[in-house]
């Protein structure tokens, strides 16, 4: 799932449901969520002495539950690829790092969850994001998952759509996302579409495919997704995530469904639009699904999705965002309501990106693999706020004289590193 990494499932339901939530009232301006900030503004914006910190001390409880998702931050953070993406948001590298590595000591070292949640404040700058108006407004949060599909390793007339790998013929920007199309003549195109891509012969019979589905729907939601477990005939899963895409840009098929009348606003979900997918004939499911101009590659991955960092994303505690807005690795808080009533306050790691996650309005909460997940992921919406921590300059210049932490010159190895 190294997805934008991603890609994300609720991104087929997300801008469907934007500007829909209940909780804007009669009056007020209606939030676009999808709204990009305007050249030059702060993604983050510093939190004044006088604004109200969410209350932290719970989380110290959650620790177990944070530290898995923590670890995988550190470990991308020590590598030296990390580096090159910083400064972000006017944040240095350093002080990302840092910060993560301070975080785990209190949450490993405070007595109790008071005493952790003034340490927070006390060591702490905190941050929000500058939301879908530039001014902290607030942010729109989904969900997205792993589905589990089913699947097999050879085509045959029940399993006739392919999912491929990366091809050779492109360039890649320095994050890894395909910009260019290297053709036979030597010149550089942009990466064709997703409706040419699987009407020509471009990836066909070279080798690519790594799986093949029962349907075209199910294709199209593994791509959305940016990952998917294949159950195949015996009960077996394999297992692909994110590679690449093909540059172009995303169109969400729930905001299509419901222009056009085939779903209402009320009704979408996942499981609306599978059954849409049921009932409607095959020629026109088709034409809908080549409005999405976006194309995913895999890649075949061992143990639990990963993210576009990656490393493994975590149920309830990894995020995705728009990564050319926000840091990578980063030490965040999501503050919101589900369905409008559901609290959802805790502490996550920025680890991941979405298709539909372009704008500082707009962020996406990893609920883990399987029907579970998805019908969770359905019921994920909400606004509120998205905080990023980072240690207070004074602290990090503390931490660096100490020599207590360093940074390798390599990669580390992840089960070293992880202890």
Same mark, same amino acid.
């Given at each position: ?16 449901? @934007? =500007?829909? +939530?209940?909780? &804007?009232?009669? #009056?007020?301006?209606? %939030? ?5 900030? $305007?050249?030059? !503004? ?99 949060? @989904? =969900?997205? +998952?792993?589905? &589990?599909?089913? #699947?097999?390793?050879? %085509? ?5 759509? $392919?999912?491929? !790998? ?254």
């Amino acid at each position: 799932m190294t997805r934008l990494r991603a890609l994300t499932l609720l991104v087929v339901l997300a801008l469907a449901c @934007t =500007g829909a +939530c209940k909780s &804007i009232s009669v #009056g007020k301006p209606r %939030p676009d969520y999808g709204r990009p900030l $305007p050249d030059g !503004a702060p993604a983050l914006l510093p939190l004044g002495p006088n604004e109200p910190r969410p209350d932290w001390s719970g989380e110290w409880s959650k620790r177990a539950e944070i530290l898995p998702a923590l670890e995988h931050s550190i470990f991308y953070m020590r590598r030296p690829v990390a580096r090159k993406f910083y400064p972000q948001a006017g944040i240095e590298h350093e002080t990302a790092w840092l910060s993560l590595e301070r975080f785990r000591e209190l949450l490993n070292e405070s007595p109790l969850g008071l005493s952790f949640a003034r340490a927070i404040d006390r060591e702490f700058d905190v941050y929000k994001s500058a939301g879908w108006d530039g001014a902290g407004g607030g942010v729109l949060f @989904t =969900g997205y +998952c792993t589905p &589990i599909l089913k #699947g097999a390793l050879e %085509p045959s007339a029940q399993f006739a759509h $392919p999912l491929y !790998a990366l091809p050779p013929d492109l360039e890649k920007s320095p994050d890894g996302e395909i910009i260019r199309w290297k053709t036979v003549s030597g010149r550089t195109l942009p990466y064709p579409n997703r409706r040419v891509l699987e009407a020509s012969s471009l990836l066909k019979d070279k080798g690519l495919e790594l799986a093949w589905l029962a349907d075209p729907l199910d294709a199209y939601i593994a791509h959305v997704n940016g990952s998917a477990f294949i159950e195949l005939p015996d009960g077996t899963l394999h297992r692909l995530g994110y590679a690449g895409k093909n540059g172009r840009q995303y169109v969400s098929l729930g905001k299509e469904l419901i222009e056009a009348g085939e779903i209402s606003r009320e009704e979408m979900s996942l499981p609306a639009i599978r059954a849409w997918g049921r009932r409607t004939d095959p020629a026109k499911v088709k034409e809908f699904l080549d409005k999405q101009d976006s194309y995913v590659f895999f890649q075949p991955i061992d143990g639990n999705p990963h993210g576009c960092l990656d490393v493994e994303v975590t149920h309830g505690r990894s995020l995705a965002t728009d990564k050319s807005l926000f840091p990578r690795a980063a030490l965040c808080f999501v503050d919101t309501q589900v369905n409008g009533s559901t609290k959802f306050q805790q502490f996550m790691l920025d680890q991941d990106r979405g298709g539909a996650i372009r704008t500082a309005g707009r962020a996406d909460i990893y609920l883990g693999i399987g029907p579970d997940a998805e019908n969770e992921a359905g019921r994920t919406q909400g606004e509120g706020q998205l905080y990023y921590l980072f240690l207070k300059p004074e602290r990090v210049a503390e931490l660096r004289a100490s020599g207590k932490y360093t940074l390798p010159d390599k990669d580390p190895k992840w089960h070293a590193e992880a202890r």
